[in-house]
């Protein structure tokens, strides 16, 4: 099994269904790393090395352990309602949302929703909004206009990989690219 798949594996296992391995994730979505590599190790090989090696070579940071390396956790992106303790900060002024042209309508009309995932997740520039927009089809960016959104009392998180968080974001506050 490649790192990448085993990666992707434990992508769906933090963020979104641990009971496909049998475990569970505590309020703030940690893990504990012994019963997380006991359960992957029911259909694939891992270890702690290759664990370590999947958090520190991610390109997008997607995990994190805690000090002594017992917990492991998924930094954003969960489908399922955990507190991964994010602070609110002051964003931007302008952030950009990345995705498919497919989406394109129901944005436009709707606004942007969390969806599946607790928070809608937006980007400081538009090269890396067009990079996830890619991962949806032909990459649309919309510029959301965070400054106003902010100034009208919507909240927003920065996760410990600098993506940013908030709940939705209103058709008024997009124009698109």
């Not at 370590?52 to 492991?72: G, P």
């Not at 994010?86 to 606004?111: A, F, N, Q, R």
């Not at 927003?156 to 058709?171: G, I, P, R």
Request: one cysteine or more; aromatic letters at 6%; charged letters at 30%.
């Amino acid at each position: 099994m490649s790192l990448n798949n085993t990666s992707k594996f434990l992508a769906l296992i933090l963020r979104h269904k641990p009971e496909v391995i049998g475990i569970k994730l505590d309020e703030h979505g940690w893990a504990n790393v012994d019963e997380l590599l006991k359960g992957i190790n029911q259909t694939r090989k891992i270890d702690m090395q290759t664990l370590e090696q999947i958090v520190r070579e991610d390109n997008k940071q997607r995990y994190a352990f805690n000090e002594d390396k017992t917990k492991i956790r998924a930094n954003q992106g969960h489908s399922i309602p955990v507190d991964v303790e994010l602070e609110e900060v002051d964003p931007p002024d302008v952030l950009y949302h990345g995705t498919g042209e497919k989406y394109c309508g129901s944005i436009e009309s709707e606004g942007i929703k969390s969806k599946t995932r607790l928070y809608v997740h937006l980007s400081e520039d538009v090269d890396a909004a067009i990079i996830i927009g890619k991962r949806h089809g032909r990459p649309v960016v919309y510029k959301i206009n965070t400054k106003q959104m902010h100034e009208d009392g919507i909240k927003f998180f920065k996760s410990v990989n600098n993506v940013w968080l908030t709940k939705e974001v209103a058709v008024k506050y997009i124009s698109r690219i």
